[in-house]
């Protein structure tokens, strides 16, 4: 019943930062803070999991104030994502 759920994706706010990656091709640090609404270390903290992961691939550029981290999802963060994802509607579609 609940195979595919992946652990690592299954927290509520890395979830919610795949879904976002899932539908862009970059996105930045700083849209995601705000879209999520969180504090940069809470964000930080779920970004490191995902990347330690190989789900997520991480570029920074510039220096200091002006620094930007943008995220991207790996092709092995959008299946484990897939599957995750399929196997959450089957959970919570329940036995057919």
């Known amino acids: 019943m609940i195979d ?5 994706i299954h927290a509520p706010k ?3 930062a795949m879904a976002v990656l899932a539908n862009a ?3 930045t640090f700083k849209f995601l ?4 609404g969180v504090a940069d270390s809470d964000l ?9 992961a190989g789900y997520v ?3 920074k550029s510039g220096h200091g104030r002006g ?3 943008t995220y991207r999802m790996t092709k092995t963060g959008q299946q484990a994502y ?4 399929d196997a959450l509607r089957n959970l919570l579609d329940g036995p057919q």
């Open 14 to 16: 890395r979830l919610a």
């Open 44 to 52: 930080s903290k779920h970004m490191s999991a995902l990347e330690a």
């Open 33 to 36: 803070k705000d879209y999520l």
């Open 4 to 8: 595919g759920l992946d652990p690592v």
């Open 57 to 59: 691939a991480t570029t």
């Open 67 to 69: 620094a930007t981290t």
């Open 82 to 85: 897939t599957t995750h994802r």
């Open 25 to 27: 091709t970059t996105v």
